[in-house]
């Protein structure tokens, strides 16, 4: 008998030293892992009542179409060794997807170290985590006369969290952070990040989050990991912030899509930027997550998806989707459905990854040409980023 279930305390050690091989790191960071998670959201496995494996869920946000989905992220899936090969890691997740159904889940997203087993629970792959590095004396080192730049204490501040959330709103894979994500950021397992508020006569315009470490022994990179703007010069004053490290540093790198407001301001060719991870998202809730995300609000439309889920009963049906004023409406349908596709397809669709025609061309989905574009319409956007690990 399989069992998905909390960790108690009595077991939450067996479980630290089960993970912590898993992932080779040291058992004693596993203690602060879950501290950072909350012990509610430390999932244990058993296979016939003897601990197998687990898992740690992260309740937050991700936005889409300018809206927060509630998103569950997983992190920390691993089997103990004697268990693997057998399907126990497919059956965990797959538990794992009910278990946050039940729980009133719309979508769950994670970075996958292989892929079919996740696929296998019905999470498909739908956006990039891309990294950016430049020299940093290619970096335009003009300080912005009108903006000051001021060390911070921590990431508290109302202002910064504002203007981060404003930010992630616009930009589609963007998290809805939670506390799990900013502790991460401000107290990551290795090293201590500095942080930096870039001012203008009217408060806060901007902020950087950076650690300076050695590289190679002798030179040393700036890494940034965590960024947001409201202005364009806020955006050229972090640029002038990360120049200023070029005596010593060898390379600026930060997390971002080669359409991101840093990237954007390189001046020439001379970086690179590679996709770091594809992650995966499942929709775990068919119609709380179509109605969870925006849409654009100049289209009225009215679909119906005919949706295969082999993990979640209650999501295999045909729902209508009519969008209206940037909010879409979800109702059980009973009619001819104009576009069929499994929830692993809706997945790179619902965050606009892959367009419904595309999935049609690569039979994921069914439909006629004009189904398939509106469907391309309505999900349409920035193509779906996340610059956070958790
Ligand atoms: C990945 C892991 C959880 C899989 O557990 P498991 O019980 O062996 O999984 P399953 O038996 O259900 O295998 C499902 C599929 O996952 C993939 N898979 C399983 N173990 C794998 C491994 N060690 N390496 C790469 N892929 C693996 C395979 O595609 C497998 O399907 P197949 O056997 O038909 O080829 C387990 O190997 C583990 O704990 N690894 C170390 C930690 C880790 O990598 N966690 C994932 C972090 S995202």
């Given at each position: 008998?399989?069992?998905?279930?909390?960790?108690?305390?009595?077991?939450?050690?067996?479980?630290?030293?089960?993970l912590?091989?898993?992932?080779?790191?040291?058992?004693?960071?596993?203690?602060?892992?879950?501290?950072?998670?909350?012990h509610d959201?430390?999932?244990?496995?058993d296979v016939?009542g003897?601990?197998?494996?687990?898992?740690?869920v992260?309740?937050?946000?991700?936005?889409?179409?300018?809206?927060?989905?509630?998103?569950?992220?997983?992190?920390g899936?691993?089997?103990?060794?004697?268990?693997?090969?057998?399907?126990?890691g497919?059956?965990?997740?797959?538990?794992?997807?009910?278990?946050?159904?039940?729980?009133?889940?719309?979508?769950?997203?994670?970075?996958p170290?292989?892929?079919?087993l996740?696929?296998?629970?019905?999470?498909?792959?739908?956006?990039?985590?891309?990294?950016t590095?430049?020299?940093p004396?290619?970096?335009d080192?003009t300080?912005?006369?009108?903006?000051?730049?001021?060390?911070?204490?921590?990431?508290?501040?109302p202002a910064?969290?504002?203007?981060?959330?404003s930010?992630?709103?616009?930009?589609?894979?963007?998290?809805?952070r939670?506390?799990?994500?900013?502790?991460?950021l401000?107290?990551?397992?290795?090293?201590?990040?500095?942080?930096?508020?870039v001012?203008?006569?009217?408060?806060?315009e901007?902020?950087?989050?950076?650690?300076?470490?050695?590289?190679?022994?002798?030179?040393t990179?700036v890494?940034?990991?965590d960024?947001a703007?409201?202005?364009?010069?806020?955006?050229r004053?972090?640029?002038?912030?990360?120049?200023?490290y070029?005596?010593?540093?060898?390379?600026?790198?930060?997390?971002?899509a080669?359409?991101?407001?840093?990237?954007?301001?390189?001046?020439?060719r001379m970086?690179?930027?590679?996709?770091?991870?594809?992650?995966?998202?499942?929709v775990?809730?068919?119609?709380?997550?179509l109605?969870a995300?925006?849409?654009?609000?100049?289209l009225?439309?009215?679909?119906?998806?005919?949706?295969?889920?082999?993990v979640?009963?209650?999501?295999?049906?045909?729902?209508?989707?009519?969008?209206?004023g940037?909010?879409?409406?979800?109702?059980p349908d009973?009619?001819?459905?104009?576009v069929s596709?499994?929830?692993?397809?809706?997945?790179?669709?619902?965050?606009?990854?892959?367009?419904?025609?595309?999935?049609?061309?690569?039979?994921l989905?069914?439909?006629?040409?004009?189904?398939?574009?509106?469907a391309?319409?309505?999900f349409?956007?920035?193509s779906?980023?996340?610059?956070?690990?958790f």
């Amino acid at each position: 008998m399989d069992t998905l279930r909390t960790a108690t305390g009595a077991d939450r050690e067996a479980l630290a030293s089960l993970l912590s091989h898993a992932f080779a790191f040291e058992p004693e960071l596993s203690v602060p892992w879950f501290e950072r998670a909350g012990h509610d959201h430390v999932w244990a496995f058993d296979v016939d009542g003897a601990l197998a494996g687990g898992l740690i869920v992260i309740p937050m946000g991700q936005h889409f179409g300018g809206r927060a989905v509630p998103m569950t992220g997983i992190a920390g899936v691993g089997v103990a060794p004697e268990f693997r090969g057998r399907g126990a890691g497919t059956c965990m997740m797959r538990e794992a997807v009910r278990a946050l159904h039940r729980e009133g889940a719309a979508i769950s997203t994670l970075y996958p170290a292989t892929v079919p087993l996740y696929e296998r629970a019905g999470w498909a792959r739908a956006g990039l985590l891309v990294g950016t590095a430049v020299r940093p004396h290619d970096l335009d080192a003009t300080h912005e006369p009108s903006l000051r730049v001021r060390p911070l204490a921590d990431l508290d501040d109302p202002a910064l969290r504002a203007l981060q959330s404003s930010h992630a709103r616009l930009r589609n894979g963007s998290l809805a952070r939670g506390p799990y994500i900013w502790t991460r950021l401000a107290k990551p397992m290795k090293g201590a990040p500095r942080y930096f508020a870039v001012e203008g006569s009217e408060g806060l315009e901007g902020y950087v989050v950076l650690l300076h470490q050695e590289r190679d022994g002798h030179d040393t990179e700036v890494i940034v990991t965590d960024a947001a703007v409201a202005t364009p010069r806020a955006a050229r004053a972090i640029v002038a912030v990360l120049a200023s490290y070029r005596s010593l540093a060898q390379q600026v790198r930060w997390t971002g899509a080669p359409h991101d407001t840093l990237t954007q301001l390189l001046r020439d060719r001379m970086h690179t930027v590679t996709v770091r991870e594809v992650w995966m998202l499942r929709v775990v809730d068919v119609p709380r997550a179509l109605a969870a995300r925006g849409y654009n609000p100049h289209l009225r439309a009215s679909i119906a998806f005919a949706v295969a889920d082999d993990v979640v009963p209650e999501n295999a049906r045909t729902w209508r989707l009519t969008v209206e004023g940037g909010v879409g409406a979800v109702t059980p349908d009973d009619g001819t459905p104009d576009v069929s596709l499994d929830v692993r397809a809706l997945a790179p669709l619902y965050t606009g990854f892959r367009s419904a025609t595309t999935l049609a061309a690569a039979g994921l989905a069914q439909g006629d040409p004009a189904a398939l574009a509106l469907a391309d319409l309505l999900f349409a956007g920035e193509s779906p980023a996340m610059i956070e690990m958790f």
